[in-house]
């Protein structure tokens, strides 16, 4: 009965296997499950670029952007003090050939500042061909991936065609791929022969029942050769001779090597590009109405540049509400992100120069929901964050990190 | 080695009985290799295994400090059921190599051809030496005490020396991205990984300076020590869990 | 394996395909590997084919058709063969096991050792291949849901199978082996029992990863409950045991034959 139960959960398994619809483009990358608030409020990316999204194996791709350190930093998450800024990929169907943050090359993990401005470069080498969804993301420790706008990315090419040639210190240049390989499956097949070779020569004997039952029967003494002690003897002289032998053998032939390095990356701020400038903005009051699927912001806006500004922004965990009088997203960048009618302000009138207002700011779009960033309201940390962007007539633009408490209207 | 010396001991069955009772051998030693594959395996990743995972794990303070420690558990374990009842000195060895055969495939069939991670990115650590010699030394000496002091020790003191010429060419130094690094530091940084970002490694960051920037023996003489307490202990706790209690109730 | 009935308690065994009369169950044994090894590796090849095209975000409906389908039909299959794998052991039982000969009971040994054998060649697939399987694979997905597409297998189906041929096992011993009945076997108890709650401790490992530990550190105290839950594996040493002594024993109550 088992058997045959076990068949038909065989063939069950292959029917869902032939009957499941054929694999659709997985658009992201897990971040929706991250709470809202832990998107909304930790780090704000903006300004993410790619240089290209089509390539072959061994051709490079650059990641460009910028993020935004949230000052109102949810108390839910440890502070940032050890984060990783990475890449999610199906693996390393890339590899990261460099990677920079606020120009400076960096190559392990480094501490952010709150309320700090980054810009960031990755260059990725394609590995693998393939059809694959990238996002730059930064590691925040204990707290979870911060995932920032992803890009679809083809490799063309051979896979066996990639190589990753580094020059080692000492002068010499080795493949990654395969640099260590062969030395370590040897010394590996070396020990599993010997391994093997001492198991075998005890089951080659009669082993469980026999061999208790002779304990038993007081003829322990037999079960035990002559020959059993010299090899063991000789296991104990000989395996370490080999090991201690070996390790000189290799401290001899590789007199630099030097321990895992450690340190953490030193990243400098830069200026402030967020919150900085004539242009100020308070949110005072934050509504979230919920069939509209609509977060309706009161702000306190002061212009104290010499030119007129206009709204044209809401960004927040990588969706863009966009105000359609005043700015559109370029064409090949988190377009399906983007709710290029998703922002309105109660007045057309820009802010002038010197002026103080109170507007309302409203963004309103399905992705609220799809991106489920309406779930907010039912978190434990019910504040919301993201930047909003601000134009004059002479293009200058004016970014904002806004945060404020949300009342949901049900 | 002449035919003689190579006689296998007396045997208590012939005929049918020494036919069954080989049968049962067979059965068992499938029965143990899967078992061993499979529980030592999750013990010792569950424990140590992001050591052996990665290469930019394989430090000099924790690696071999922890990893013999770990990895002598179910040895002393084994041993403390197959030596006593039927004098077979080969716990460690069917162990280490269990783990072995679960690591290999495994490296092989998720990381490499899977996830796409170059092999020699998730190459694993031996043990086989120090179990070899475990089993020798428990064999010759019938002790545990010999056996926990002297045996526990050369377990762990092995470890490093029998990894370095597996792993010290991945310590040769390389200038990338303005810093010098480690090979094996290099696949951590290329190799994009999501789960496992730098600042998670649990690796030696300094201090061990004292004695001059010896830390690989000191952390081999701290688990050398550590190793004849644990050995003692799975000993024993081999022993209580291969009980032969019938009870009434559980 | 199972086919045990009263009316052959004292009988002299007989096997199939010429095979010794001890080894009477070896067919169905190497059969059951077959096909484990068959769903395993169907389970991997499947893996294979759409982790990576529909497994990476649990919010993608071809997500929910790829992989939350599967954990159904999971679980769906465990309840059908749950109670009737555990049913049919317990309602086949030998009522009359004061009567057995030697040789049958022979031969009940060694199916009970195919029997655990079977339970470790499942702990194999969940303790080793597909355990560490979810470390790789979380390094590709970012984590956002406690059914990844390899905790669909792991969790909830090798986890759960292993803890059926485990509880098969020890029912089997229960209810055919005389020792086994008349007590209860506390080494296999134990090597049952203590991986079940490998089992049980997904719960502390989700919470752990849901509240306080986003990355995959392998290492980390939120896995230790697997760990401590397989070493009672090596209560298989003292079923060994147990079953040398009466081997022995019952060795001694029968003829030789050359």
């Known amino acids: 009965m088992k058997m045959s139960l076990k068949t038909l959960f065989s063939a069950a398994c292959l029917g869902l296997c032939a009957g499941a619809l054929a694999p659709e483009a997985a658009l992201a990358h897990g971040e929706k499950a991250l709470e809202p608030f832990v998107r909304m409020r930790t780090i704000q990316w903006y300004d993410v670029a790619w240089s290209k999204a089509k390539l072959n194996v061994n051709e490079e791709v650059v990641i460009t952007g910028k993020f935004h350190v949230n000052a109102d930093w949810p108390r839910g998450v440890a502070q940032p003090d050890a984060t990783y800024l990475n890449v999610s990929a199906p693996g390393p169907v890339f590899i990261r050939t460099e ?312 | 080695m002449t035919g003689k010396s190579l006689d296998i001991p007396a045997r208590p069955y012939t005929g049918e009985k020494a036919r069954l009772s080989r049968a049962y051998d067979y059965l068992i030693l499938v029965l143990a290799l899967f078992l061993f594959i499979g529980s030592f395996h999750l013990h010792v990743a569950l424990t140590v295994g992001d050591w052996d995972f990665w290469q930019d794990w394989k430090d000099r303070q924790w690696w071999p400090l922890i990893t013999p420690l770990m990895m002598i558990t179910f040895p002393a374990a084994v041993q403390a059921v197959l030596w006593p009842n039927f004098r077979l000195p080969l716990g460690a060895t069917l162990c280490i190599s269990c783990l072995l055969i679960g690591t290999w495939i495994t490296r092989f069939f998720a990381y490499h051809m899977w996830n796409f991670f170059p092999i020699n990115e998730v190459l694993p650590a031996t043990m086989l030496p120090s179990a070899l010699v475990l089993d020798a030394i428990l064999m010759l000496s019938n002790s545990l005490t010999v056996t926990s002091i002297f045996g526990g020790m050369v377990f762990a003191l092995l470890f490093y020396p029998t990894n370095w010429p597996i792993f010290g060419m991945f310590h040769v130094p390389v200038e990338y991205g303005g810093a010098q690094l480690t090979v094996a530091d290099l696949f951590g940084f290329q190799y994009i990984r999501a789960g496992t970002p730098e600042y998670l490694r649990i690796i030696e960051r300094g201090t061990l300076r004292t004695y001059g920037q010896y830390a690989t023996p000191l952390s081999a003489f701290c688990s050398a020590l550590l190793c004849t307490l644990m050995y003692p202990l799975w000993w024993y706790l081999g022993k209580a869990f291969a009980t032969t209690k019938y009870v009434k109730n559980i | 394996m199972s086919t045990t009935a009263q009316t052959i308690s004292q009988s002299t065994p007989r096997a199939p395909f010429n095979l010794p009369w001890y080894l009477r169950d070896l067919p169905k044994y190497l059969l059951t590997f077959a096909v484990m090894t068959v769903i395993y590796v169907g389970f991997r090849m499947y893996q294979g084919a759409y982790a990576i095209s529909t497994g990476l975000d649990s919010s993608d409906p071809a997500f929910d058709i790829h992989w939350m389908r599967l954990l159904y039909l999971e679980g769906a299959f465990l309840l059908i063969v749950f109670p009737m794998l555990w049913g049919y052991l317990w309602f086949t039982r030998d009522r009359n096991l004061d009567k057995i000969t030697p040789k049958e009971e022979i031969t009940r040994y060694f199916t009970l050792t195919m029997w655990i054998s079977i339970y470790t060649f499942a702990v194999y697939w969940a303790g080793s291949y597909f355990a560490e399987q979810d470390n790789s694979w979380h390094q590709v997905s970012v984590r956002d849901t406690p059914f990844t597409a390899n905790h669909i297998i792991e969790f909830y189906f090798n986890f759960p199978f292993y803890i059926l041929m485990g509880g098969s096992a020890w029912l089997y011993a229960r209810t055919r082996l005389p020792l086994y009945a008349n007590g209860i076997s506390l080494p296999l108890t134990l090597a049952v029992v203590g991986p079940f709650m490998i089992f049980v401790s997904v719960g502390f490992n989700e919470w752990g990863h849901t509240f306080w530990f986003r990355e995959e550190f392998f290492a980390a105290p939120i896995h230790w409950g697997f760990v401590t839950g397989v070493w009672f594996a090596l209560g298989v040493g003292g079923i060994l045991l147990q079953q040398v002594m009466r081997l022995v024993q019952l060795l001694d109550q029968i003829e030789d034959a050359a």
């Open chain 1, 99 to 410: 990677r920079y943050l606020n120009g400076q090359s960096s190559v392990s993990s480094s501490a952010l500042k709150l309320g700090g401005d980054y810009e960031f470069k990755i260059v990725m080498k394609a590995r693998i061909p393939g059809r694959f969804h990238l996002h730059p993301f930064v590691n925040l420790h204990d707290a979870g991936s911060v995932v920032g706008p992803g890009q679809w990315m083809e490799v063309e090419g051979d896979a066996s065609a990639f190589t990753n040639q580094i020059k080692t210190l000492d002068g010499s240049v080795i493949d990654m791929e395969t640099y260590g390989l062969a030395n370590g499956v040897a010394w590996h097949g070396f020990w599993i022969a010997l391994g093997s070779a001492w198991l075998l020569w005890w089951v080659r004997r009669p082993l469980f029942i026999p061999r208790y039952k002779m304990l038993h029967a007081g003829q322990d003494a037999s079960l035990i050769s002559p020959l059993d002690r010299k090899i063991g003897a000789a296991i104990i002289f000989a395996v370490p001779m080999i090991v201690f032998g070996a390790n000189f053998v290799t401290d001899l032939k590789y007199p630099n090597a030097i321990p895992l390095q450690a340190a953490m990356d030193q990243i400098d701020t830069l200026p402030p590009a967020v919150d900085v400038g004539a242009v100020q903005v308070k949110i005072q009051r934050a509504e979230y109405n919920v069939p509209a699927r609509a977060m309706i912001m009161t702000a306190l806006l002061h212009n104290g540049s010499d030119h007129p500004v206009r709204v044209g922004e809401f960004a927040t965990a990588n969706v863009r509400f966009l105000n359609p009088a005043v700015v559109q997203p370029p064409q090949d960048e988190g377009a399906a992100l983007a709710a290029r009618e998703g922002l309105s302000i109660d007045t057309a009138d820009p802010i002038a120069p010197g002026e103080t207002r109170t507007i309302r700011i409203t963004a309103e779009d399905s992705l609220w929901q799809r991106e489920r960033l309406d779930g907010l309201i039912r978190d434990a940390d019910t504040r919301m964050g993201g930047l909003l962007f601000l134009y004059d007539n002479a293009g200058q633009r004016y970014v904002s990190s806004v945060s404020a408490p949300v009342i949901p209207k049900f």
